[in-house]
Nanobody
Framework: QVQLVESGGGLVQAGDSLRLSCAAS????????MGWFRQAPGKEREFVAA???????????DYADSVKGRFTISRDDAKSTLYLQMNSLKPEDTAVYYC?????????????????WGHGTQVTVSS
C-alpha cells in the first residue's frame, strides 16, 4: 500500500522559512515525478513545485510563478523522501500543502498527472 506522509508544517511569521518533507513508502518512485501542491481555504488546489528526473543524472524542477525564487524542491531517493524548502514566506502562502507522486514519465505539473497523494500538512504564515 502506497503512503505519502508530509511533515514540517507549522505557524511562522512572514519572512520566515520552513522545510516540508514527504516520506514515501509502499513502492519506489525513484524514477518518477513527485511534486507539491497546496490548497488555501476557499480556493482550489494549485501546483507549487515538481521534480522530474531527466536523462542521465539531470532533472527538471518546475515551480509556480508565485513561489519561484523562494521555494526549492529536492529529493533524496535513497530515503524515499521529497522536500520543499520554503524561504521568505508570505501570508498568501498559507495553505495545506500536499505531496504527490506520479507513475508517468516526463514532467508533471498538473494535478491529473499524479496518482498518489498525502493527507497534507498545514502551513500558516502570519503577517
Amino acid at each position: 500500500q502506497v503512503q505519502l506522509v508530509e511533515s514540517g508544517g507549522g505557524l511562522v511569521q512572514a519572512g520566515d522559512s520552513l522545510r516540508l518533507s514527504c516520506a514515501a513508502s509502499g513502492r519506489t518512485f525513484n524514477t518518477y515525478p513527485m511534486g507539491w501542491f497546496r490548497q488555501a481555504p476557499g480556493k482550489e488546489r494549485e501546483f507549487v513545485a515538481a521534480h522530474s528526473w531527466a536523462r542521465g543524472f539531470t532533472y527538471y524542477a518546475d515551480y509556480a510563478d508565485s513561489v519561484k525564487g523562494r521555494f526549492t524542491i529536492s529529493r533524496d531517493d535513497a530515503k524515499s523522501t521529497l522536500y520543499l524548502q520554503m524561504n521568505s514566506l508570505k501570508p498568501e502562502d498559507t495553505a495545506v500543502y500536499y505531496c504527490a507522486a506520479s507513475q508517468r514519465s516526463g514532467r508533471a505539473t498538473a494535478s491529473s498527472d499524479y496518482d498518489y497523494w498525502g493527507h497534507g500538512t498545514q502551513v500558516t504564515v502570519s503577517s
